[in-house]
């Protein structure tokens, strides 16, 4: 098919012709002499032979420019199989120092990057972990001073660890180099240690050099938050060991060292409150758990719960409103409402009966605001009068216990309170029908319905029913039995018959034990009511039950009660200072997060760095652990507008914040990221030309809901300024400048400028009518220049401009012998190199040649095709050199298929990392293709 192409076209047997030539050392005279190839010299010196990523290329012009014997370089095997540019005899001029050390840089962020993008499939396969590792190797060797690739190293060394041998030779690199580049990191600083302590084989060794590691003079060198954790660790090998009193003197010296770390703290808690002689010990153990992380729920319930249950409500109501606050939302959720329930009975019980009705009627209005927006969303036109009647009931724990406070306050104001906890009931189990709950479950539903009625003077009618359709689905217990009797005949007015059935049960139910009370009190017994009333207050002073029994008994004598005698000495220990309340009774602004670009102008191929500073403007320090009060990960999500493009908004990234253990109060974190490693730069790289704006947009404690990522507790989200990526003004006199350059041989070629030249021909082979005649006319040759200009790039060069040049696709190769045979330069009628030369990247292995006058043989198989015919020489060049670092970035940004020819005779490589590289690569693809496969139930 004849080229649409407003520039030259390149015939198809050109290109199959320069893979015939790089393929085989036969052709490399003529290629030499007809594109001026250059010679590589040897690689830099100060690299390790066989170092990760060691730079194979031209040595920058300070560094001297001499060629030297290939066959004297570290790589020597390497290098004499490197077509085209090894094996000319051009003189190459060197790249200057300054360019060198640029390529060699941003060659080692695309290799990173594209190794990142491994760990992002949607399956991982053992072969693309070890094909990243290699890239990132070569990645770190070409810039070993670049701490995000360090940190992406780490990452990595992590994933391999249980599938490769060398994740731990790459995770002691990653550890021992990011100390030395950045020394301030304090879980760096932990690890090394901590993988110094784990060489020791023995518990006696590890123990002796953890005591080492934390004496005094150590731990003034290491910090004491390193050393909190050290200890920590020590006091949990100790444990293991047996040795339970070493093990409570390490936790105890960790909390010594950080008061606020929180795990120790939170282990501390649970292991020395299961130890506590009293109510009081416990709540210290807790309350510390709690200082170390307000966010911490587990932690703040429990020491809630305890002071709930010991009588000390003040303390409780303080920490459930930080987590009601915390936890709040407008749509029914029970965990949200079980907070509420104790919120309320912790400002019954401490007399602050308003902040109790106000709970109750913040929560319903909340619901029914929702409801309402949900029915005027699902068409429903309300009246005014239909808006103010429709209610969306509470959870049934929640109306309980609201119906209780009310009716234990004023009993002829109740019924409307009792009638939604009736509702209540009656919505949970529909719900629980639809869920399929199981019978039993729906069974003791309705009883629990059928008591609250009977207890608060509620519909009796409406028990009775659910007590016989309760019985319908399983007996009574004897006991049960008793109960329910015992209530309705109460609220029969038969108060004898009550006491009868009642009496015998009421040791051991609660509820009956109530009944028995309020039967006593109708009787005239005040004593006997009286005592049965403290013995419920007194066994469930956490539910609505015990302070409805309390409130009742003070009515009853006239006086107060003092139900728990320990009640104020729990309110003491668990008693939270000013400032941590402070933190926690209103959060905003107490976390002040701010980002600067490092550099606000940059090219498309520049690293984008963005430092995220997170302010601690409390009075309290905030730890940074995975669970808080500071999440240990921060989301960002990269805004990219490319003009006249649709902006684009990549997948976020996780970035790890725990740079530091704790962020004092006044005090900030600065944590870098570059964005250039991300999905965030491939709108640049794949146009180039335009230019774009680049901003970020942080997440510090973040959390999913049903609209996305948001803020969560002491969370907060902020928007970067703008980087500006520089384009390019196309005009004819660009143009021309451009061609001058790749003419140039008297200096090394610019790759950054043909990688925009390139951009520039794939935008004009797609929409000509865009540029002017004269650009158009201007761009005559330019292929052939780029490809010359390619062959004088050092390796480094030419490999980043794999990663910078528009990329092609695939097709289907379909040559016939015909083809080959007029190729210019064959001789016999065959193409140089037809016994096993096929184009670039063309996977059959079918041979060209034949007898005179045989039927013309065809190639058949898949190729590998520039994304514009222009770029085609440009494409031949890159694919044809065998040098490794080229080699590696063809395969890693070119090759689709495991049958892909180059693939296949990269296999056979003669440097042998290149070689393992592309067996790893070829096998995820084969991986990848089976699984593939199997998805689809297809055969092979």
């Known amino acids: 098919m004849p080229s649409m192409s407003l520039l030259r076209p390149i015939p198809l047997a050109t290109l199959i012709l320069a893979g015939a030539i790089f393929a085989h050392r036969s052709g490399m005279a003529a290629a030499a002499s007809a594109l001026s190839l250059a010679q590589d010299a040897v690689p830099p010196t100060g690299v390790a032979p066989g170092a990760p990523g060691a730079p194979t290329g031209t040595p920058p012009a300070s560094e001297g420019s001499a060629p030297s014997d290939p066959a004297a370089s570290p790589s020597a095997a390497a290098t004499a199989a490197t077509p085209p540019a090894a094996a000319a005899s051009a003189p190459l001029v060197p790249p200057t120092a300054e360019q060198f050390a640029l390529y060699q840089e941003r060659l080692a962020r695309n290799l990173a990057q594209r190794a990142r993008s491994m760990l992002q499939r949607e399956y991982v396969f053992l072969g693309m972990l070890e094909s990243g590792q290699s890239m990132l190797e070569v990645a770190l060797g070409l810039a070993p001073d670049n701490p995000f690739l360090w940190r ?30 950045e020394p301030e990191d304090e879980l760096i600083r932990l690890r090394r240690l901590l993988a110094r302590i784990e060489t020791k084989q023995t518990v006696e060794e590890r123990v002796a050099l953890y005591r080492q590691t934390l004496a005094p003079e150590s731990i003034e060198r290491i910090g ?76 703040a319930i429990g020491l809630a719960e305890l002071c709930l249950k010991s009588g000390a409500y003040r303390a409780a109501a303080s920490i459930l409103n930080v987590e009601a606050s915390m936890l709040e939302t407008n749509f029914p959720d029970i965990d949200f409402d079980a907070i509420l329930t104790d919120l309320i009975i912790a400002s019954w019980g401490s007399g602050d009966t308003l902040t109790a009705h106000a709970v109750a ?93 009977l207890w608060l003077d509620g519909d009796v009618a409406f028990a009775r029913d659910q007590i016989k359709s309760a019985v319908a689905i399983a007996p009574l217990s004897d006991t049960a039995q008793a109960r329910f009797d015992g209530w309705l005949a109460f609220r029969d007015g038969d108060a004898a018959r009550a006491k009868q059935l009642l009496a015998p049960v009421a040791e051991q139910d609660v509820a009956a034990r109530l009944g028995l009370a309020l039967a006593e009190e109708k009787a005239g017994d005040v004593k006997a009511a009286a005592r049965h009333l403290l013995e419920v207050a007194r066994s469930n002073p956490a539910a609505a039950i015990g302070l409805w029994s309390r409130d009742r008994l003070r009515r009853l004598l006239g006086s107060d009660v003092n139900v728990i005698k320990s009640a104020e000495d729990v309110e003491r220990a668990a008693q939270l200072p000013q400032d941590f309340l ?26 984008m760095i963005f430092d995220i500073e997170i302010s601690n403007r409390s009075r309290w320090p905030l730890a940074i652990t995975p669970d808080g009060p500071i999440a240990d990960t921060a989301t960002v999500t990269a805004n990219v507008n490319v003009p006249g493009q649709r902006g684009t908004l990549p997948p976020f990234a996780l970035l790890a914040l725990n740079r ?10 600065k944590v870098p990221i570059d964005v250039s490693l991300t999905d965030a730069s491939f709108a640049m790289r794949d146009d180039a030309l335009s ?160 007898a005179q006058g045989e039927a013309p043989r065809v190639i058949r198989g898949l190729e590998n095709v520039s994304a514009a015919p222009e770029l085609a020489p440009l494409d031949a060049v890159l694919a044809g050199d065998d040098h490794p670092l080229v080699r590696m970035a063809w395969i890693s940004v070119r090759v689709k298929r495991p049958e892909d020819q180059l693939l296949l005779k990269t296999l056979e490589h003669p440097d042998a990392r290149t070689a393992r590289f592309a067996r790893d690569f070829q096998g995820w693809m084969n991986d990848v293709q089976e699984e593939r496969r199997r998805k689809l139930n297809l055969s092979k």
């Open 582 to 607: 402070d933190l926690m009774s209103n959060t905003a602004g107490k976390i002040l997060l701010r980002i600067q670009p490092r550099n606000a102008n940059i090219a498309p191929w520049d690293p």
């Open 691 to 850: 230019g774009a704006f680049v901003s970020i947009h942080p997440i510090v404690n973040w959390r999913t809901t049903d609209r996305g990522l948001e803020p969560g507790p002491l969370g907060v989200e902020a928007e970067s300024p703008l980087i500006h990526v520089r384009g390019e003004k196309i005009s004819v006199d660009w143009i021309e400048q451009s061609k001058a350059m790749l003419r140039d041989a008297s200096r090394a070629p610019d790759p950054e400028r043909m990688a925009a030249v390139a951009g520039l021909l794939l935008r004009v082979s797609k929409e000509p009518t865009k540029y002017s005649p004269e650009e158009r006319s201007a761009l005559e040759g330019v292929p052939e220049l780029l490809a010359e200009a390619a062959l004088r790039l050092w390796p480094e060069a030419r490999a980043w401009l794999i990663f910078a040049v528009p990329k092609g696709g695939l097709r289907e190769l379909s040559v016939s012998a015909g083809d080959l045979a007029a190729a210019p330069g064959a001789s016999g009628g065959t193409a140089p190199g037809a016994s096993g030369g096929t184009a670039p990247g063309a996977s059959g292995d079918a041979q060209a040649g034949g």
């Open 224 to 299: 004491r938050p390193v050393a909190a954790r050290l200890a920590f660790d020590l006091a949990l090998l100790l444990r293991r060991n047996g040795d339970q009193a070493g093990f409570e003197a390490e936790l105890i010296h960790s909390l010594d060292l950080d008061p606020y770390f929180p795990e120790a703290a939170e282990f501390a808690a649970g292991y020395f409150r299961t130890k506590a002689p009293d109510a009081v010990a416990e709540a210290m153990a807790l309350r510390q758990a709690l200082l170390a992380n307000p966010t911490r729920e587990p932690a």
């Open 660 to 669: 530091r253990f704790s962020i004092p109060p006044g005090e900030s974190l």
């Open 361 to 453: 009627q913040k929560r319903q209005d909340a619901l029914n605001r929702v409801f309402r927006q949900t029915l005027e969303r699902q068409g429903t036109t309300l009246s005014v009068e239909e808006r103010r009647k429709v209610a969306y009931p509470m959870s049934l724990q929640l109306a309980t216990s609201y119906a209780a406070l009310v009716h234990a306050e004023r009993p002829e104001s109740a019924s409307g309170p009792v009638k939604g906890a009736q509702v209540s009931a009656e919505t949970t189990l529909k719900a629980m029908e639809q869920q399929s709950a199981s019978s039993e479950e729906m069974a003791r539903a309705m009883l629990e319905g059928a008591f609250v009625q």
């Open 152 to 181: 992406l190293a780490l990452d990595y060394a992590v994933n391999l660890e249980d599938g490769s041998p060398q994740a731990q030779v790459l995770l002691g690199q990653a550890l021992n180099r990011l100390g030395k580049l």
